[in-house]
């Protein structure tokens, strides 16, 4: 019996030194990556004191019940991208905003922007209570059926090459055209399989949200409306005078809380195709985006807050129809800001 007994024992001893040896390596790996987000933690609180921020006021801040402020950034205008010394970098952003959507055009798969993206932007960004969302499209990979197990793979393609590539806080949905027939099917689909991993229904604290220039009666946004965040309601150029019917097209399926109309700040060449007026210059606390700060449904709770366009245009003009800019000050930004959440 005690041959039998040390035939046995050799293996178990074995077994045990290489369940040792890989416990040991995963507590060492495990170390390695709490001392590296301990030290993305420690450099972001480093920086917010440094420039007199206090976190824990803007995190309370960010999770009370207020209006928000959110911004299209354009990542063109990135200063990593453009090479001007005139142009923003994300980290420049006002610490009150709720909600940074990166815009993304004319910036190619290798350009720093990424990774700073990933890498710095997000991070900082988020340590202030500011979620980074990228305006994206619904589109099926290559080769997928029309059916579920297709509307899934284009949701799975959407998280895995994007939202958890860059470590993003959610996705929005840009529809600024009539969706009907197959692609109203379509867009549907991959709507739903996405709320899984996004928005109100996936429990994740991710946004799904929707970004439009039309009202509440398309059949898409009836289709998904239980599925959305915000509805980034697109009026530039617009009074505020059609706020109100607008809102009552959505309300049936909404609440306010959801409802964000937007401006638009003047984007360079734009005058006069593409010069929305939105904001006065010099800035002097007038223009529609204080008059949709200012706005509410006539009825029932606030709104859910406003969103401009080009957020990083936010800078003094030397004139009204003028492309030379300065620096950010995000002056507009913080005035918004104050004016919902005084």
Known sequence: MKKIIEIFKKPILIILAMAMIINLSSCKKNAAEIEQENQVSLKNKQSALSSGVNLQ??????????????????????????????????????????VV????????????????????????LRARGTKVLITGSLTMPAGASQ??????????????????????????????????????????GIYTALSSYLGPKSKTGKLLTYDTNQNGTTAFFRNVSTMIDYVWFQTYG?????????????????????FVPGFSFYEENGYPGNYWNDVTYPQNGTGRAYDYARWQPSTGPKKGGVFSYAIDRDA???????????????????????????
């Open 101 to 124: 959507i990166v815009f993304p055009d004319y910036t190619p798969a290798d350009s720093p922007f990424w990774t700073k993206l990933k890498d710095v932007y997000i991070p900082y």
């Open 238 to 258: 617009s009074g505020t005078s059609r706020f109100q019917t607008v809102w009552n097209t959505y309300s049936p399926y909404i609440p306010s809380k959801k």
């Open 57 to 98: 006021s803007l995190i309370a801040y960010k999770k009370s019940d207020h209006q928000i402020t959110a911004g299209f950034y354009r990542t063109w205008r990135d200063r990593s991208v453009s090479g001007n010394a005139n142009d923003p970098i994300m980290t420049e952003l006002p610490d009150s905003l709720d």
């Open 316 to 342: 003094p003009l030397t004139s009204t129809n003028d492309n030379t800019i300065i620096h950010p000050n995000f002056k507009v930004t913080k005035d918004l800001i104050k004016i919902m959440n005084p």
């Open 147 to 188: 059916n579920a197990a297709g509307y899934a793979a284009a949701a799975k393609s959407i998280m895995d090459n994007t939202v958890n590539k860059y470590g993003l806080d959610g996705y929005d949905i840009d529809i600024e055209h009539n969706v009907a027939g197959a692609e109203l099917t379509e867009k549907t």
